[in-house]
C-alpha cells in the first residue's frame, strides 16, 4: 500500500502524540508510591549497596538503558537476566540491594519465577507495570504504576506507548534521585571522561584560555592608542587592563569600545584607557570548569571573558569565538 506525504506525516504524528499521552497520563497518576521508591533508592545506595533491573522482551533494552543512566550519575546499577540468574547469576545480588522488576503485563512468568529466591537473598523488590492487579505487584515489596490508554502500534500490538512510559518513570527516578544529592556537572564529568561530552565537561579554563602573546593586557594608565597596539599585537577583540601597583584586574577595553566612544572624543587616542574602559568586568576564576565560562556567556551575551587567580590578577582571556571550535557549545 502507497501512502501519501500527508498520510504519512499523519501516522507519524498519530503515534507521537499516543506517546507523548502516556506520559503526560503517567506524570497526572505520580503519587507517594513514587517518593517511596525515590527513598528506597536513597536507601540502598548510602548502604553501599545497588539497583538491580531486571524484564524480558522489550523491557531488556529499557533495563539496560536505565542501567546506564544511573551508572553515569554514580549510582551502581546492573541489569540481571531473569532466566540466566536461576543458573547462577543470582551470585551478583546482594542483601539490601534493589530490585526494579519491569513487566507491563506483570505475569511475566520469568519475573514472577525470581521473585523468592530475590526475596530470600534480602533484596527489596518494586514491580514496573502498568497493571495494579497483576501478580508482580502481588508478590512485590513495592508498587511502581505507569499508565497508557493504548499503543501506538495501528494494530495495538507491538508494545510503543508502554515501552515509552515504563523508559519515562525510570529516567524521572535516576534524575530525582540525582538531583536530590546534589549531583553536580563536575561529579557527571568524572564518569564520563572520553569523547567529545568528556573533552567538554573535563576541560578547565585554564586550557581554553588564551594566554601569552595572544592575551592583551596593560595598565589601566594607558593611553587609548597603546590599548589598541596591544590589541592588535595579540589579535584580540579587547585588552585586560590592571593596577599598576597592585596588578588587580580594574577593567576591560574593547575595540567595539573604541568605535563607539570615538564618535564622541575626537581626542580619544590620546586620553587615558581609564576614561573609557568597562570597570568590574565579566570574569572566572582559574581552575574552574570550562562549561562554567560557557554559563557566563549565555547569560550576559558577551564576547570575551576574563579569567583571574586568586588575587584578582588577570591570567588569561576567553574569547567567545573559541568555544564552538572546542566543542563546547
Not at 501519501?4 to 506517546?19: D, G, T
Not at 514491580?127 to 508482580?136: D, E, G, H, K, R
Not at 495495538?156 to 515501552?163: D, I, K, M, R, V
Not at 592588535?232 to 568605535?259: H, P
Request: hydrophobic share 45%.
Amino acid at each position: 500500500m502507497t501512502l501519501s506525504s500527508e498520510a504519512i506525516l499523519a501516522s507519524a504524528r498519530k503515534c507521537l502524540n499516543i506517546e507523548l499521552e502516556a506520559i503526560s497520563t503517567t506524570s497526572a497518576h505520580l503519587d507517594e508510591s513514587f517518593v517511596r521508591i525515590i527513598h528506597l533508592i536513597e536507601a540502598a545506595i548510602l548502604n553501599g549497596r545497588k539497583l538491580v533491573l531486571t524484564g524480558v522482551g522489550k523491557n531488556v533494552p529499557i533495563c539496560l538503558k536505565l542501567s546506564g543512566t544511573f551508572n553515569s550519575t554514580g549510582v551502581p546499577t546492573t541489569f540481571l537476566d531473569p532466566n540466566q540468574a536461576l543458573h547462577g547469576d543470582l551470585g551478583l545480588c546482594q542483601a539490601g540491594d534493589l530490585c526494579l522488576l519491569f513487566s507491563n503485563s506483570g505475569e511475566t512468568e520469568d519475573l514472577i519465577r525470581l521473585l523468592p529466591s530475590l526475596k530470600r537473598l534480602g533484596l527489596g523488590t518494586v514491580a514496573v507495570t502498568a497493571v495494579p492487579s497483576c501478580s508482580l505487584a502481588r508478590f512485590s515489596d513495592h508498587l511502581l504504576l505507569y499508565h497508557y490508554e493504548k499503543e501506538a502500534c495501528p494494530l495495538g500490538l507491538a508494545p510503543t506507548a508502554s515501552t515509552t512510559a515504563a523508559l519515562a518513570i525510570g529516567d524521572a527516578l535516576a534524575m530525582v534521585y540525582l538531583e536530590m544529592r546534589g549531583f553536580s556537572k563536575e561529579d557527571f564529568a568524572r564518569y564520563h571522561p572520553a569523547g567529545s561530552l568528556g573533552k567538554a565537561l573535563l576541560l578547565k579554563v585554564d586550557e581554553i584560555m588564551r594566554t601569552g602573546d595572544r592575551f592583551a593586557k596593560a595598565p589601566d594608565s594607558v593611553n587609548v592608542q597603546e590599548a589598541l597596539l596591544t590589541i592588535t599585537r595579540a589579535r584580540s577583540g579587547s585588552i585586560a587592563l590592571y593596577n599598576e601597583q597592585s596588578r588587580a584586574l580594574t577593567g576591560v577595553f574593547s575595540d567595539g569600545d573604541f568605535r563607539r566612544a570615538s564618535l564622541q572624543t575626537p581626542d580619544i587616542l590620546t586620553r587615558p584607557v581609564a576614561d573609557f574602559m568597562t570597570r568590574d568586568p565579566k570574569k572566572v576564576r582559574a581552575g574552574v570548569l570550562a562549561v562554567e565560562a560557557l554559563k557566563v556567556f549565555e547569560t550576559w551575551n558577551i564576547d570575551d571573558l576574563l579569567v583571574v587567580d586568586e588575587k584578582n590578577h588577570p591570567v588569561g582571556m576567553i574569547d567567545g569565538q573559541d568555544m564552538p571550535k572546542l566543542r563546547i557549545v
